[in-house]
């Protein structure tokens, strides 16, 4: 096991978290969820397999879970029948298992598009099904999103949905850094000012430009996933501002936000974009349509319907502007599938179906093969069985965010976004993604939807998340400077209340 820089230093906020509490604990996973380029550990025993610093967090974070038996037992209380959280649970369960046992049942009797680990680099290699290091290491972090998913639905439920959007959009503000840091870096040729977090054995596509646009990465490996990232974050902050969400800089971070997914050339970013962006106006609408919208609400399906056309037309007719954009799109979007890019992953979906016919339907076990879609990666890799069980998950997750009919509160600001973030994430995945993990990211704001959905647990709540007089950490300082009066009173339950010092999980 290899030790990096950048894992001492996340092991000692790590240690830090564990004896600050939870609330500091949801800041350091959400952060760790950009560290995509980054690697914590280095496991040559796996084939120099990495440990991500979100999976590295989770680690500490479970940790303290465990030693807080209220929030355990919250945590716990969340994968019950018949909710979401117990289908995703069967969803993990079956997984693992396709892991452990259909690469063996299977071997020999399909090719497949597996990744091939080397201590130097990973690589896509066309081979025999056959048991490999993949199986293991995509368990692993499954079962890692499953911890992320009920640690971050219990604490949800006692109260701290508030908190976890607090450090989301604190998040998203850093992911904006890492953007603007990777266009400046590129522009004055310091890329290796980034080293200590582009250290993973990856791939590293940090220096890619589209039509004359730099392809932004931020702080991961290549500008799909960071358009990835940035969609998930964008989705929830978008929801939350124009649900009215009360924080302070939410407006400019979303607005900032979206100029860094609008500019990364990701054509799945773009793509699940349009999707997202569809369904929030069919949401607004139906807001408006119901009686119970805001401005914000009127605003947007505003500038949708009329500013955004209107703008288009505008850049029409900048001939110099059109010409770029134009190219850009072309680029990215109209010849996408005749790039060598795009006929890769053509042929690793084609592959992929051809695999799943090759063991009747039953899949080749999870990390076994390569795709490009999350639809064909799960009939690859879990068949017809786990593919049925992760969308009756999916569906079961959105029909109970939408059926719970509560006061406009912050709880259900915080619910609804972190269900158009899921959609997105989803959108996207199935556009691209390899593999059927959708990572920590998905997994914080389906625990949130579902510590909406399930409501809190009031009765308890004030027993575990009790007040300290201590002097405040940095973190509170900045979490303040994003977080208004309002929201601090309307988290109640295990927020940072006005005239308080500090909080912590116990």
């Known amino acids: 096991m290899i030790v990096e820089p ?10 830090y978290t564990m004896a600050a509490g939870l609330t500091a604990g949801m800041y350091f996973l959400c952060i760790c969820t950009l560290l ?37 037992s919250a945590a716990l209380s969340s994968l019950s029948y018949p909710g979401p959280g117990f289908w995703f649970t069967l969803f993990v369960l079956y997984s693992v298992l396709t892991a452990l046992f259909l690469p063996r049942i299977f071997a020999g009797a399909t090719i497949v598009y597996s990744l091939a680990r080397t201590n130097e680099m990973h690589r896509i290699l066309s081979t025999p099904l056959s048991p490999t290091t993949t199986n293991l290491t995509q368990s692993i972090y499954m079962i890692g999103s499953f911890c992320c998913f009920a640690i971050v639905a219990g604490f949800g439920r006692l109260g701290g949905m508030a908190i976890v959007a607090q450090a989301l959009i604190v998040t998203s503000a850093i992911c904006v850094f890492f953007a603007i840091a990777d266009l400046v870096t590129y ?32 702080s991961f490996p290549e500008a ?6 940035a969609l998930a974050l964008f989705a929830f902050v978008l929801m939350l501002a124009i649900e009215g969400f009360p924080a302070r800089f939410l407006g400019t971070i979303t607005a900032a936000l979206g100029t860094a997914l609008l500019l990364c050339t990701s054509t ?68 996408k599938l005749e790039s060598s890019s795009g006929e890769e992953r053509m042929r690793w979906n084609a592959q992929a179906l051809s695999s799943f016919l090759d063991t009747s339907g039953m899949g080749a076990g999870v990390g076994s093969i390569r795709a490009s879609s999350l639809v064909v990666a799960l009939l690859a890799n879990v068949g017809i ?22 006061d406009g509160g912050v709880e259900q600001k915080v619910g609804l976004a972190a269900m158009f973030s899921c959609i997105a994430q989803v959108t996207a995945a ?40 201590v002097s405040p950490p940095r973190l509170n300082a900045l979490v303040k400077g994003f977080t208004s009066t309002d929201t ?19």
């Open 187 to 218: 522009a004055t040729n310091t890329a290796d000012l980034l080293t200590i977090i582009r250290n993973a054995n990856y791939r590293m596509l940090n220096d890619g430009d589209i039509e004359g646009f730099k392809r932004i990465v931020g």
């Open 488 to 506: 601090q009173r309307a988290s109640g339950r295990g927020a940072f209340m006005p005239g308080d010092r500090g909080y912590r999980h116990v």
């Open 268 to 335: 799945t970013a773009y793509a699940a974009s349009a999707v997202t962006g569809i369904l929030v106006l069919f949401f607004c609408i139906a807001r408006i349509l119901r009686n119970n919208a805001t401005p914000r609400h009127l605003t947007y399906v505003v500038a949708c319907l009329f500013a955004l056309p209107l703008l288009v037309m505008a850049i029409m007719l900048i001939p110099s502007v059109s010409e770029s954009i134009s190219n850009l799109i072309h680029a990215t979007v109209t010849t």
């Open 385 to 406: 069985p786990g593919t049925l069980i992760f969308f009756i998950f999916l569906a079961s997750l959105i029909r109970s965010v939408l059926r719970r009919d509560t």
């Open 6 to 15: 950048i894992g001492i230093l996340l092991a000692i906020a790590g240690i």
């Open 36 to 72: 995509g380029a980054a690697a914590a550990l280095i496991l040559p025993a796996l084939g120099g397999a990495n440990i991500q610093p979100s999976h590295f967090a989770l680690l500490f974070l479970t940790a303290a879970v465990a030693l807080r038996a209220k929030t355990l």
């Open 430 to 469: 199935s556009i691209s993604a390899g593999a059927i993990d959708l990572g920590p990211l998905f997994a914080i704001t389906a625990g949130l939807c579902v510590a909406y959905a399930l409501g809190p647990l009031r009765a308890p709540a004030v027993a575990a998340i009790a007040p300290v007089l």
């Open 224 to 229: 799909g996933a960071f358009g990835y990232a």
